[in-house]
């Protein structure tokens, strides 16, 4: 059958006007599509971000403070029952004198009771009584103006086996944060055995055990309490001081801490480490 002009004229009409509403409908979505995705693209406002940005380096500066101090705790528990092998003080002193330093671990079953006491009464009368810091001793050395030390063994301990010598405000703050959790974790005991075999004792001479035979030669487990009493009284100042050669002062001051060794065992001021 043979269309006519009018009908091919109407069914182009409803082509063209369903051609115009599809693509009226194609437009609109692109509209609506392109309207979410600038949207999506708006910039925060700047106080938002300056928020966002201050919140993830405050996770970070926490993720990394946790970090550290778990760091630290691990490494001090560690020395609850290992032991100290050279601590960094003797690391530097043999890149400086060029040799290894003399140094041998012995247990405090093996130390002679009167060197304990001799180091205790020189260093750190009230060892047993404090919880890493005298204050007795610390006001002392602030009336004094600072010309006396207020350092405890505990102390020593931690600036020696963990950290590094010489004057830091940042080793100060490491120091006073660490001996506190020493006192906590570590016994009394132990503290002073670690102590005993890390002090130096002349130029080189690391431990009790290479002490004595370096100056006397006996065992730690021989030492007499003058021998143990010159060994501590040169701690101070260990190479300015001889135990072997004591001058004036050194015997002065080996008499002293012979009387105080003696005066802490009667008074129960060695109770923490000595039965």
């Not at 001058?247 to 039965?275: E, P, W």
């Amino acid at each position: 059958m043979i269309k006519t002009p009018e009908v091919l004229l109407r069914a182009f009409c409803i082509c063209s006007a369903r051609d115009k509403q599809f693509l009226m409908a194609r437009t609109a979505k692109k509209t609506t599509t392109a309207k979410k995705t600038s949207k999506s693209k708006v910039k925060r406002p700047l106080a938002a971000r300056i928020t966002a940005g201050r919140m993830f380096v405050r996770r970070w500066a926490v993720r990394v403070t946790l970090l550290i101090v778990a760091a630290m705790l691990s490494w001090i528990c560690l020395y609850v029952w290992a032991n100290p092998n050279k601590t960094p003080y003797m690391r530097s002193e043999e890149l400086r004198i060029g040799a290894e330093v003399d140094h041998e671990w012995v247990d405090i079953e093996d130390i002679a009771s009167v060197m304990a006491r001799s180091v205790v009464a020189a260093e750190d009368a009230n060892y047993c009584q404090h919880w890493g810091f005298d204050m007795t001793a610390i006001r002392a050395a602030v009336d004094s103006g600072g010309t006396r030390g207020a350092s405890t063994l505990s102390q020593q301990v931690v600036k020696n086996v963990y950290l590094w010598h010489g004057r830091s405000y940042v080793r100060k703050a490491l120091e006073a944060a660490m001996t506190p959790i020493v006192e906590l974790i570590w016994t009394k005991e132990r503290i002073l055995e670690v102590y005993l075999n890390i002090a130096e004792f002349d130029d080189g001479v690391f431990g009790v055990e290479a002490a004595s035979r370096h100056y006397f030669g006996v065992g730690p487990e021989n030492l007499s309490a003058t021998q143990a009493a010159r060994l501590a009284a040169i701690l101070p100042s260990p190479k300015k001081r001889s135990a072997s050669r004591p001058s004036n002062y050194v015997r002065k001051r080996t008499r002293q801490i012979i009387d105080g060794a003696a005066t802490i065992r009667r008074d129960g001021r060695a109770a923490c480490f000595q039965d």
